[in-house]
């Protein structure tokens, strides 16, 4: 992604041990994200930068065996994971988590919940946080709604590009 849009800034959780699995779940630090919902992305980004954040990924395409793994290891939080069934916009390539960072300060906006927060202060209409952590996570879904993208009804973090079903679920590692 940082082919299309050099601006963006990366914390690749999976790649690290900082994630809810404990463990690095990616042997590199990569997000990959299938053409046209780079492009979204980079649109979406634009329109950031003009309320003064940049856009810090968390994660994108995800390896379908990954998902199994969260699967089966978390089941309490399935409501905050993907069938590995039915596949994930993740293993297509069509979904990715972010969230905002200032652009004067370089650091990351604190929102409502923290990232791979399986509470109800994730869902991304939940009416708690400050005033400003709220219009934070309101402000980044507009600009991603704008470009194409929906937001997960339990993870305000995690955007679908529309028309992710035309992609196959997709096992490459990373």
Not at 25 to 36: H, T
Not at 95 to 113: F, Q
Request: hydrophobic residues 35%; proline residues 6%; neutral net charge.
């Amino acid at each position: 992604m940082s082919k299309f849009d050099t601006r963006l800034q990366f914390d690749i959780r999976y790649a690290t041990a900082n994630n809810f699995m404990a463990k690095p779940l990616y042997s590199s630090a990569r997000a990959m994200l299938q053409r046209p919902a780079a492009e979204a992305l980079t649109r979406a980004h634009d329109r950031l930068r003009s309320y003064g954040y940049g856009l810090l990924v968390f994660d994108a395409y995800r390896p379908w065996q990954i998902t199994r793994d969260m699967w089966d290891k978390h089941p309490l939080s399935r409501a905050y994971l993907s069938d590995p069934l039915k596949g994930s916009r993740h293993n297509r390539g069509c979904a990715l988590d972010i969230t905002l960072y200032d652009l004067k300060t370089g650091k990351e906006v604190i929102m409502p919940s923290a990232y791979d927060e399986f509470t109800e202060r994730a869902h991304p209409d939940y009416e708690g946080g400050s005033p400003e952590q709220t219009k934070a996570r309101d402000l980044l879904r507009n600009a991603m709604e704008a470009e194409g993208f929906t937001v997960y009804q339990n993870e305000w973090w995690h955007f679908d590009y529309n028309g992710w079903e035309a992609y196959p679920v997709l096992n490459n590692p990373l």
